[in-house]
């Protein structure tokens, strides 16, 4: 009789669990398109000025609520997916306490909190999502970002099409084309694991991988385009490496040696090397910009200026590398110096740590796992975005989300089935 009351009381729960799931699962996809920061920035603000516009201070207060909502929700998971990342959380705690020590520490509290609460809701995704839900859910926000970015350059080119500089470049629902060729290397990876995961929908999902792709190579992005070849041989690597063991010593053997050849000729002719990628001897003008950097750095080596500070004063900090460069820089164009500004070197061997640790757990699971098909294909292309653009302890922004996300699943256990 017991059974009974129980089978009964479970088909009574299952609409209501079911209903439950697709209300979380479409929060988590709007979530990920907003901290995508498509569509709305360039709509509301300027790049100069990103948060310039109150409505997108505001809009960020309910995401914030709704994520302690879902943590409270889940405050064991969340929890032992916070205890998991130490480092992690340490890094978005230190950007707060930065306030300390901030040359603006108004801003930086207020940009610190939006980091811990980025940071947070990636560790509520790893403790909420199984793998193949995860990676599906990513997939899905990335061929909308994609669609939309195609009507956008296609259709309205006076938004999403390049008329300046960069003319003819499309950069889709972003202010600016490396962005737009970013997002789609990093959906491009997850379309793949997409395929892998389910590979009954193999084809649709390597439909939208072409698309992705297709959009990398008219936003011109070079770093972008690299991005996209790591993934793109990144799945092909891992596919063959499971194929046995000598197929595996064989694609491992040939993947250092390209990796020691391209690191002699980038030591022995770097200048021959950037021109052969396009790119002159000073990256487009980042080199003059990390030579001021550096000398700002070692003046504040251990503290930084605060997370988010740096750039925020017209006659702050920033003025002298705007002054020497004769421009008005942005940010660093370097996801290390970035975070070197904002909470000193000591933060940054800890961000290296955490992304090492990751990047290592990562790899662990090259010989088996779908999802290896897009964690180890994220980070390297995130590691190598890193090296040109500030995207590392980046609030309010989708591949730090990733990131953390993917940190707290690999470091927790196997998942059965």
Same mark, same amino acid.
């Given at each position: 009789?017991?059974?009974?009351?129980?089978? #009964?009381?479970?088909?009574?729960?299952?609409?209501? %669990?079911?209903?439950?799931?697709?209300?979380?699962?479409?929060?988590?996809?709007?979530?990920?398109?907003?901290?995508?920061?498509?569509?709305?920035?360039?709509?509301?603000?300027?790049?100069?000025?990103?948060?310039?516009?109150? %409505?997108?201070?505001?809009?960020?207060?309910?995401?914030?609520?709704?994520?302690?909502?879902?943590?409270?929700?889940?405050?064991?998971? &969340?929890?032992?997916?916070?205890?998991?990342? $130490?480092?992690?959380?340490?890094?978005?705690?230190?950007?707060?306490?930065?306030?300390?020590?901030?040359?603006?520490?108004?801003?930086?509290?207020?940009?610190?909190?939006?980091?811990?609460?980025?940071?947070?809701f990636g560790l509520w995704l790893a403790s909420r999502w199984r793998w193949p839900d995860l990676v599906a859910m990513v997939a899905?926000?990335?061929?909308?970002?994609?669609?939309?970015?195609?009507?956008?350059?296609?259709?309205?080119?006076?938004?999403?099409?390049?008329?300046?500089?960069?003319?003819?470049?499309?950069?889709?629902?972003?202010?600016?084309?490396? !962005?737009?060729?970013?997002?789609?290397?990093?959906?491009?990876?997850? &379309?793949?694991?997409?395929?892998?995961?389910?590979?009954?929908?193999?084809?649709?999902?390597?439909?939208?991988?072409?698309?992705?792709?297709?959009?990398?190579?008219?936003?011109?992005?070079?770093?972008?385009?690299?991005?996209?070849?790591?993934?793109?041989?990144?799945?092909?690597?891992?596919?063959?490496?499971?194929?046995?063991?000598?197929?595996?010593?064989?694609?491992?053997?040939?993947?250092?040696?390209?990796?020691?050849? #391209?690191?002699?000729?980038?030591?022995?002719?770097? *200048?021959?090397?950037?021109?052969?990628?396009?790119?002159?001897?000073?990256?487009t003008g980042r080199t003059d910009i990390w030579e001021v950097l550096a000398r700002m750095i070692a003046e504040r080596p251990? !503290?930084?200026?605060?997370?988010?500070?740096?750039?925020? *004063?017209?006659?702050? $900090?920033?003025?002298?590398?705007?002054? *020497?460069?004769?421009?008005?820089?942005? !940010?660093?164009?370097?996801?290390?110096? *970035?975070?070197?500004?904002? %909470?000193? %070197? $000591?933060? !940054? #061997?800890?961000?290296?740590?955490?992304?090492?640790?990751?990047?290592?757990?990562?790899?662990?699971?090259?010989?088996?796992?779908?999802?290896?098909?897009?964690?180890?294909?994220?980070?390297?292309?995130?590691?190598?975005?890193?090296?040109?653009?500030?995207?590392?302890?980046?609030?309010?922004?989708?591949?730090?989300?990733?990131?953390?996300? #993917?940190?707290?699943?690999?470091?927790?256990?196997?998942?059965?089935?």
């Open positions: 009789m017991g059974g009974v009351t129980a089978a #009964i009381g479970a088909l009574r729960a299952g609409p209501r %669990i079911g209903v439950l799931r697709w209300a979380e699962a479409g929060l988590t996809v709007l979530f990920m398109l907003l901290f995508s920061q498509a569509l709305l920035g360039p709509l509301l603000a300027t790049p100069e000025n990103p948060e310039g516009s109150v %409505i997108l201070r505001l809009m960020w207060l309910p995401v914030y609520a709704a994520t302690l909502l879902l943590l409270c929700a889940r405050p064991m998971a &969340s929890l032992g997916a916070a205890l998991r990342t $130490p480092l992690i959380l340490f890094l978005a705690l230190l950007c707060v306490a930065s306030m300390l020590w901030s040359v603006d520490s108004g801003l930086t509290v207020r940009r610190g909190f939006a980091l811990l609460m980025t940071t947070l899905v926000s990335f061929a909308l970002l994609a669609f939309g970015s195609f009507v956008a350059s296609a259709l309205f080119p006076g938004f999403g099409v390049h008329a300046d500089i960069h003319a003819g470049a499309w950069r889709g629902l972003w202010w600016e084309k490396n !962005t737009l060729g970013a997002q789609m290397a990093f959906g491009a990876a997850a &379309s793949l694991a997409a395929a892998a995961f389910f590979p009954r929908w193999r084809l649709l999902w390597f439909a939208v991988f072409a698309f992705q792709a297709g959009l990398v190579v008219m936003s011109t992005s070079r770093t972008a385009l690299l991005m996209l070849l790591i993934v793109a041989a990144g799945a092909a690597g891992i596919a063959l490496v499971r194929q046995g063991v000598g197929l595996a010593l064989m694609v491992v053997f040939g993947g250092l040696t390209g990796a020691a050849l #391209i690191a002699l000729v980038a030591f022995v002719a770097p *200048e021959e090397a950037l021109r052969a990628l396009g790119r002159d001897a000073t990256l251990w !503290t930084g200026y605060g997370y988010g500070a740096f750039w925020a *004063e017209d006659f702050g $900090p920033s003025f002298r590398v705007r002054l *020497e460069t004769q421009w008005p820089v942005p !940010t660093a164009h370097n996801g290390w110096l *970035e975070t070197a500004l904002a %909470i000193g %070197i $000591p933060g !940054t #061997i800890l961000m290296a740590l955490a992304y090492l640790l990751t990047l290592g757990r990562a790899a662990l699971r090259l010989f088996s796992g779908a999802e290896t098909y897009w964690t180890l294909a994220f980070l390297a292309a995130y590691g190598v975005v890193s090296l040109s653009e500030s995207n590392l302890l980046q609030q309010n922004g989708l591949s730090w989300v990733l990131f953390c996300a #993917i940190a707290a699943k690999l470091a927790a256990p196997r998942e059965a089935g």
